[in-house]
């Protein structure tokens, strides 16, 4: 099973975290590809820089996902996933849109921990769009610099410890979601310190991939999700065209 | 991996559709088990029949959980699951849990197709609890009578698809879970007869259980999910009893 | 007319309670009989034994409701309440269904005070399935052991108090149920030391019960509360049988 | 006790239907009272009808509620219900919040049958600002003209029962409110040709109104409910005025 | 274009507010007259003082609305609003209904500032009845007194601005109303010393108005907001009569 | 006064549609530019096609927006609108946007006509994100072919206004919205064979943008629609890259 991650972002330090988390939650035989975004910003926090993360997401897609089982989306606030569920007939999997499904799993209400304040806005306002707005507790953010945010994890551990504390013990936190992907891997690391379940959104996309792999190719010949209607196109890449358009 | 799948109701012949359609979902190295409920009715349609299979679905995990990596409640309104989730420290899965959240992952909404029509209530009642009521686009049941349940999905197949079209066509289903125990398999035989994906509660279940089996146990030490509170009781059956208070 | 209380759990100081403040709140003419479950724990704030207190309440039905003219299910989650519904034909009451119904008489918005910060979650739940969640305004618990469940109401009666009036002042609250069987008849004594209406759930429950009476038996041949259809079964107790399948 | 119904409309024939089933419902030493309102329409069914009956509802409780110990507003949509809340210490009590509230205490979901399509939107509106838009299945209303308001259920009789049976069968209703004060009384005489309970709202009001009587004057010293802050006023009738500012 | 502005209040001092900034916000050629309420309250805070106002609203239409091109109702609260858009032809519109429409095409979030923590329950009630509450961040009102309510923004200015500033850094805020009509024309002060925008529902509905009036009369044959049928009617001013039945 | 409007489309002969409606829009001394998008498809009907058409608008914006005085995108389901917000101190306005703030000015509830039964969806997502899914009754869109997007209003215009008709008669609509820029200004032309208001996206955005631009420029120094924090990027235009960092 071959399986493409792809960083809506430049930052190749989260790409390398993304795959490492990635590998680590493979089964045996899944094969892990991770691409970071030809174009975009270091880490997607608002609406705007989610619209060309949106764009590359497409653009990475339709340049190396031909010959993969599943594609994940890997950013926080899944940019260009729903997009890409309608051009592939593959698997195609968002870290928000797998760790609500996990925290779902564990029962009752989650909250999220993030990078920064501001990135908390896109989080909920995608989460709503999920409707799991009901299921979520809360979202706590930092509110400190970083000097990368490939080792944001690192600089502002201990900080982020106390987020997830705070969440459970003021919130009603059944399950904590520590999104970002500059946070893949943490959870791993600091589950024992946390009272409640701790979820790491690349872990819980690898799983929901791999789960659906299992079924074989994704057939939509009708619905809101099937492929877009043929029509005339102007300026896209040759990939993206090819992706719209396959034959 | 050792999986009890338990049968809240008293149908040996639904646990054996539940436990082949198990095994066609189960990863190499993975056993499984079903139990059919000590106490109970042929089959739970109404509120009155779920709090009896509630509690049957505690005993049998009580008599048959202790060296499980995880539980499923097969039956489809997940009755007692939330309660079960509470008890034991490994991954407690249900089927309509785990198949809205596999209808989640294709994008859009779903629909239900049942085998009565009396069944959809309890179905979206549960559904509502979950919070994911905006995603649902329909519940159609079978208006049809049927000699035994074990065998309603081949009495009553046409029907059936029928069923889901009328999904897909009038109420925009993107997706459709065919709900019900009973209907277990089902969906692996006539998914190339539906235009959109078709989802099975137990292999949903089951893909489910797997991939959180991997993580581990579950540690809840806190929260509205962890262990009840050692307190008085009296007339539990003596395996209910060590459930409870396990030490 | 003749009413019986069930109280899901085992603390007979708990039944005196309600049982006491029933028969204050019955017009004349009511004769009111308490039971306490057969089986089950001290006192419910889980989902888990909610499912125990469930099966009890319905146990209890059957082997006492057969002459009487209304139930109430006396715990303030209201377990086994919609099961119920759907075996009798006479009026059957839960203390949170018909405290909710009351606040919602007085106007605005509610806030509940309950004896553990654990049993507020399952309380909102409940509340959340009947749709009335747009009126809570908070649920504020206590933080506090205390000896024996039936005595909590003296022995943290100005916490409880306090937590009222914060209702009042930090969350809005217009009215305010004092949630739980234990805390039957408080509200009572201290009505005057509380600015807005105070709910008693034995009480609303008892005026919910005694006012439906008068207008006769419930008949409900048809919709999602009718008797559940007959079937097999298989280890219910005699009476349970007799309740699922009357003639 | 004695009980104030005020009808916010003109109708004397509508006024005669809602005393005739108060006093049906009126418990032993209740003493009925109904006022039609000074000024408005025939029958409300808009938004800028409800307006008029608002302000007479005051108005006739300002002038016939001093001596009373409840007060029922007696038209379906609630007009001025709340504001009057506001203003008296007693148990004030609306068609629709009561009818309301009893189908809760039914149990599922509601629909309402009334007497124009029309006033369907009004009613909706205000259970809505209720909260229990998610509790109510349909509205059904008739599209046939009538010679009286107040004679509309004999002239309409079969329609209206019609509308009822399509609520059940169609549209899911566990229980059906016949809405608007004209329809007052017609619950008795057919309840026993629909399969649900049938509920009015006259005899809903007066259980509400009469149970809560039994728990003494309603004191709201703060809180959204309580009564108007002192200021000053221009133009209101000298009884408006003391109903404002009572000493 | 003339435009009326209706105080449903008493209080010429905010009628005069009122002008000034509708004067301020008129578009060349926009002739604007404002009326204080023949009848009233100084300034509505509660349900009751709403329904007096709605009356007068009405009222005043019917007499100073004949050879107008828009009317607005202003007090926040928006009282008799929709009853008043069933009656006209033409362009009716309420500060709140403006200001919310306005705060949603800046995007995100809005929240109130108002001169009384109790007048803000009124105000969330008229925003859920919009439904517009999931764009709604908060309500912070005044907690101090005033000696005239045409004055309250001059008195309590600093402390106003400190509840905008909360109502950013608190409960995230991307737009801010200032919500009631003695705040008219602050927001042009203060909007530099705010970091999001600052809404003044005089100016929203005076710029909603102006737009709608280009368009040419509203035309409602059908639908809920169509004129009231024609029907009996008793006690109504013969400016009234006229509104509802106009020929 | 400057607009733009930005069609995210490639089709010249929408553009047209849009400048014509615009230009009947505008009041006096308002100058109209329109822009059709560099690259993208012939009109968006899916979430893929979203994704390219919002980075289209960003790009258009960047490149044409600087000495405009706001900014209208103008394809109904407001592609890269909440992104251009935060990337702009002018008004930015959606035809979305706009149109259900008009319909919200007019009462009640709207539905939506449009091109095609699957635009719908996006739609339908668009408005629920805004929060205003309350307040919308229905949509309808076209079940037939159209040789060109640019004159489909013209082919299937008794198609559409059978639509709208079926809107008011079956669903309830109070307003009808006809959405999609392709059928810009047809509103005006059918106004008077439809019982209640029409809304013409691109004349609600006109009044919108107009209204705005009197209030001066738009502040945002915080909250969740500031200018997104200066990090890396790479790839992005040269336009792109000033607009996201403008100094």
Redesign the interface.
């Known amino acids: 099973m071959k399986l493409l991650l792809i960083n809506p972002n ?2 190749e330090s989260v790409t390398e975290l993304i795959r490492l988390e990635a590998q680590r ?1 493979a ?1 045996p035989g899944t094969e892990v590809h991770a691409q970071t ?7 997607i ?8 993360g ?2 590359a997401v ?1 653009q990475s897609a339709a340049c190396h996902a031909s010959d993969m089982d599943a594609v994940i989306v890997a950013a926080y606030g899944d940019p ?1 996933l ?6 592939l007939d593959i ?1 195609v ?1 968002g870290l928000t ?2 760790s609500v ?2 925290a ?5 209400r989650f909250s999220l921990v993030g990078i920064s304040k ?1 990135i908390g ?2 989080y909920q ?1 995608v989460i ?8 979520m507790a809360s979202y706590r953010g930092l509110n400190a610099s970083f000097s990368d945010v490939g080792r944001v994890q690192d600089e502002r551990r201990d900080m982020l410890l106390d987020l997830c504390l705070e969440c ?1 013990e003021k919130d ?4 904590i979601i520590l999104s970002g992907a500059p946070l893949a891997g943490l959870a791993r690391d600091v ?2 310190r946390i ?3 701790l979820i790491d959104g690349v ?1 819980s996309a690898m ?2 991939a ?3 792999v ?2 074989g190719g ?8 099937a492929r ?2 043929r ?6 890449s040759t990939e ?1 065209q090819r992706l ?1 358009h396959p034959h």
């Open positions: 430049i930052s939650s089964l975004a030809e174009f975009g910003v270091a880490y926090e608002t609406r705007a820089e989610a619209v060309i949106a764009h497409l260009g729903c997009a890409l569920k309608e051009l698997p999997i849109e797998a499904s996990e779902h799993l564990y029962g009752g501001r806005v896109w306002e709503r769009a999920y409707g799991f707005h009901d299921r459970v009603g936190a059944d399950s589950a024992d009272p409640v379940p872990g799983r929901a791999q789960s659906l299992a079924l994704i057939h939509r010949h009708t619905g809101s999700y877009p209607p029509k005339g196109n102007r300026g896209l993206l719209f």
